[in-house]
């Protein structure tokens, strides 16, 4: 059973503080991995990918893979209000692509 | 460029009856996902295609539900006969190669009475 677990939060951070985003994974073949953002009542969007072990930053997000750990993060710096979403993980595996439940964010003023 | 298209965007029916939802993925991508999202289950994989062949169908739940892509652009997740419990958001997705950026349609709700 492919699994993808992240904490559901909600997790609420002040405007200009860091936020933490975890997930971890079951299937160690999975080959990509993937953070989407969903604002409530829209559909998911893309905001990084990542494939190899380590850190990759785009402007003020970084995510982070550690293969060993079947472990995926995505750090926000400086967060916005706008911020304030369900982040979902996604990992794909051979074409097939799983999500996790979601961590709801609330960055408050 | 159009995106993803769904339809409907909303669907109320009653149990018992049949429901289909279409979709047309974003032109050039061979890969389909069909999901759907509620709030205890999150967003869960029920099928998807490649170059038009299902690949995947574990998620799909019963034998109620059935998906075909009769060609590359045009795909059909069907519940007959339809449930209360199936009453969710469907979503339609498109990617190139499948590994890739999946781009969602804007989702189709469901609510069965």
């Known amino acids: 059973q492919k699994e993808v677990e992240q904490n559901s939060g909600p997790l609420s951070v002040p405007e200009g503080a860091i936020a933490s985003l975890n997930c971890t994974y079951s299937?160690?073949?999975?080959?990509?991995f993937f953070w989407y953002r969903q604002y409530s009542g829209k559909s998911p969007e893309l905001i990084m990918f990542?494939?190899?072990?380590g850190d990759k930053e785009d402007g003020r997000f970084t995510a982070q893979l550690n293969k060993a750990s079947q472990y995926v993060s995505l750090l926000i710096r400086d967060s916005q209000p706008s911020d304030s979403a369900t982040y979902l993980c996604?990992?794909?595996?051979?074409?097939?692509?799983?999500f996790g439940a979601g961590t709801r964010l609330t960055v408050k003023p | 460029d159009a995106g993803v298209i769904q339809s409907p965007r909303h669907e109320v029916t009653e149990m018992g009856q049949e429901v289909t939802l279409r979709c047309k993925p974003i032109s050039g991508h061979n890969s389909l996902f069909w999901y759907r999202q509620t709030m205890m289950r999150g967003l869960e994989l029920l099928i998807y295609?490649?170059?038009?062949?299902?690949?995947?169908d574990s998620g799909m739940p019963e034998d109620r539900f059935s998906a075909k892509m009769p060609n590359a652009s045009f795909s059909t997740l069907k519940i007959q006969p339809s449930e209360p419990r199936d009453s969710a958001v469907y979503f339609c997705a498109s990617s190139f190669s499948g590994t890739g950026e999946l781009f969602f349609g804007e989702g189709s709700r469901l609510t069965v009475l």
């Open positions: 295609f490649n170059n038009n062949v299902p690949i995947d």
């Open positions: 299937d160690r073949g999975s080959q990509s």
């Open positions: 990542i494939y190899s072990n």
């Open positions: 996604a990992v794909a595996f051979m074409g097939d692509m799983r």
